[in-house]
Structure formats: structure tokens, C-alpha cells
């Protein structure tokens, strides 16, 4: 399998690419990529800011030099402390997404264990996200539970 890595923002076109392929196949929604354009310099900047509490891991496609095969990406939000988590940093895991004809080669596990030590890192004892139907198992047996639906919650 090729190596995870984080994404820089020479990956950020490759990085929409990907988050297309995921909502075409998640969501009935507009086809249309014409948003790209403009969300790409956000993009670009958000990936090129090693320190920023937005990132996203990938795995460069072993066949097509220069795409890249899986991406994750997750982001930090603070919200006041409670009690078992006073800080408030919560985790949120969006935009897993691996190319059709790279899939079942464990990329998309491989970059959600990255983003999870990455949150670790970071002080974040809680990480979010929701689930296709078909990507659950995934996340369960990364020892994310079920919340009321569709949200699933690992305490870190």
C-alpha cells in the first residue's frame, strides 16, 4: 500500500476531485463541479497552514502519477469544556473519499487513523462524524460508536 501522508496545498485540486466523487455517491445532490473554482484558493491556504486546525491525509493513487487515490480530511472545533472533556476540542471527520477504482485496499482506513493520532496530537478527546450505511463498519471498528443518527462519536 503507499504511504499516508499529509496533504499540501499542491494536492488541494486532486482534494476536490475526491470530495466530488464523495458526494456524488452520498448525496442526491447537483452534479455541478462549477464551485470548485472559487473554493479552491480556500482550500489551497487551509492546506498550506501546518498549524491551522483544519487538515487532511491522503494516499497518492498508485497507477496515476500525480492523482491522488484516498483523502480525509477533519477539523478542530472548540466548544466549552464539560465535565470528562474540559477543554472542548472536538474532532470532526468529513470528506472520505477514495477513488472507485482504488477502493477495498484499506487507503480510507489508513488516512482515518492518521487524522485520528493527528487529533490526538492536538489535545482532542472527542471526534465526530456521520456515516453512509456503507462506510459504518468502517468507523465501528475504529471504535467509533453510535449517537442518535446519524452522528457517530469516538472518545479518544
Known amino acids: 500500500m503507499s504511504a499516508v501522508r499529509r496533504a499540501v496545498a499542491e494536492d488541494a485540486e486532486e482534494v476536490l476531485r475526491l470530495r466530488q466523487v464523495m458526494i456524488d455517491s ?3 445532490s447537483d452534479p455541478s ?4 473554482g472559487e473554493s479552491l484558493p480556500t482550500l489551497r491556504a487551509e492546506l498550506g497552514d501546518p498549524g491551522g486546525d483544519f487538515t487532511a491525509f ?3 493513487h498508485p497507477k496515476r502519477p500525480g492523482a491522488l487515490a484516498c483523502v480525509v480530511a477533519g477539523t478542530i472545533d472548540y466548544r466549552i469544556g464539560r465535565a470528562g472533556d474540559p477543554q472542548g476540542m472536538v474532532g470532526f471527520v ?6 472507485p477504482d482504488a477502493r477495498r485496499r484499506g487507503y480510507a482506513r489508513a488516512c482515518t487513523t492518521a487524522l485520528l493520532e493527528w487529533f490526538r ?14 462506510a459504518e463498519p468502517l468507523y465501528i ?9 446519524p452522528l457517530l ?3 479518544l
Open 58 to 60: 491522503v494516499v497518492d
Open 141 to 149: 471498528s475504529l471504535g467509533f460508536r453510535p449517537k442518535p443518527n
Open 33 to 36: 463541479i462549477a464551485w470548485h
Open 153 to 155: 462519536e469516538l472518545a
Open 121 to 134: 496530537g492536538r489535545g482532542v478527546r472527542r471526534v465526530q462524524l456521520t456515516a453512509s450505511a456503507e
Open 26 to 28: 452520498v448525496f442526491a
Open 94 to 99: 468529513f470528506s472520505v473519499a477514495t477513488d
